[in-house]
């Protein structure tokens, strides 16, 4: 049987027992859609490069010490280790704060966070949005009250007034709608980190 037939699964379990064509094939199979969000969030063909490389070291040196078993699950997981990455990379490259000398100096012009760079509003931008599209699929009155309570800010006394219901009852709405969000972003394996 051709390599390029065989499911993920098998190709890592092959490599994990000493093949090295087993990565070879899943690294050409999912090269260009890791690649791809890779470079949708850096914008950067080197730096698209460099993690894209890492990503590999990453999964190789998991594999190799056997500790990966994300059976059935291995785009997802590499795509998880390239978000990972990402996230590390905006991070280590925001910009530093620049702080003019003068002579009424104030250590917390240098230590504030002065200006967002624009990679953190990108990735800031990304985690709210992938926030909402996770709110989307809970029920009708539990994203009301996790609407009201998150996005406009109120209290739990004005959306029960709003809502016609119980402080208690909107309190019980939020807690479900909050044990079903953490369902939701573990069921499609979602990293919201900043």
Do not use: C
């Not at 190799?64 to 991070?91: C, Q, S, T």
């Not at 240098?110 to 996770?134: A, K, N, P």
């Amino acid at each position: 049987m051709k390599l390029e037939n065989v499911q993920d699964a098998a190709l890592v379990r092959q490599y994990m027992e000493g093949n090295e064509k087993g990565l070879e094939t899943l690294i050409v199979r999912h090269k260009q859609r890791i690649y791809s969000f890779i470079f949708s969030k850096v914008m950067d063909r080197d730096i698209t490069e460099d993690i894209f490389q890492d990503t590999f070291i990453k999964v190789i040196r998991t594999l190799k010490k056997g500790k990966y078993n994300e059976e059935g699950k291995f785009l997802p997981w590499v795509m998880r280790i390239a978000h990972n990455l990402v996230i590390d990379h905006f991070r280590r490259n925001k910009r530093m704060p620049k702080f003019q000398s003068r002579n009424d100096f104030d250590i917390f012009d240098v230590i504030s966070d002065g200006e967002e760079s624009m990679e953190f509003d990108m990735i800031t931008s990304q985690v709210h949005e992938d926030v909402r599209r996770l709110v989307e699929e809970l029920p009708e009155d539990q994203k009301e009250v996790l609407t009201m309570r998150i996005f406009k800010e109120m209290s739990f006394k004005e959306i029960a007034a709003s809502t016609d219901v119980s402080i208690n009852t909107a309190l019980g709405r939020m807690r479900y709608a909050l044990i079903n969000l953490r369902k939701v972003i573990d069921k499609h394996n979602i990293v919201l980190t900043r």
